[in-house]
């Protein structure tokens, strides 16, 4: 299973289960189970994964360290503020949120049950990659910053 780590760019992945979900929707309709206002709660948790992960990216810019997840060893700094108080991940929690959402616009269970096993592919083969990457490049304080905030949230 290692080869599939650090392979696909996380958005790549994101890209493919957005598909699978739309197509989930369309091919189990009798799975949705749409309610009063879930189109709106649908952009709101779009809204919200939107700006989880741009504010991930902008740390990232302000630390002037790489944004690629394929080269975690390429990393400059540490982000240890701003949304990384809260989540490891704020890029890859507002990804989970975004497929959330999508699976909510089409109030479609069968949709949302996609989401987890984007969390799952991600945390194993992109995650603990990067997580072992960079504990082997900044050591202790990487170490510490593992201890003291959650992977997700």
């Known amino acids: 299973m290692q080869a599939l780590e ?3 760019p996380p958005l790549v992945v994101w890209l493919l289960s957005a598909g699978a979900v739309a197509a989930a929707a ?22 919200l994964g939107s700006m989880m992960a ?7 810019r302000r630390a002037r360290t790489t944004v ?9 700094a540490i982000v240890d503020s701003g949304v990384y108080r809260l ?6 929690l507002g990804m989970a949120l975004g497929l959330g959402g999508l699976a909510l616009w089409w109030a479609n269970v ?13 945390t194993q ?8 990457a960079l504990l082997a490049r900044f050591g202790p ?3 510490a910053y593992l201890r003291r905030v959650r992977r997700w949230l």
């Open 110 to 122: 069968a949709g949302g049950a996609l989401v987890p096993l984007f969390c799952s592919y991600l």
């Open 125 to 132: 083969f992109q995650i603990k990659p990067e997580e072992r």
């Open 141 to 143: 304080p990487y170490a």
């Open 68 to 76: 690629n997840p394929l080269a975690p060893l390429n990393a400059s």
């Open 6 to 8: 650090l392979k696909l």
């Open 87 to 92: 989540s490891r991940n704020p890029m890859y």
């Open 54 to 60: 741009i504010a991930g990216v902008v740390q990232f």
């Open 26 to 47: 369309r091919l189990w309709p009798g799975a949705s189970m749409p309610f009063a206002g879930h189109r709106t709660a649908a952009v709101v948790v779009l809204l």
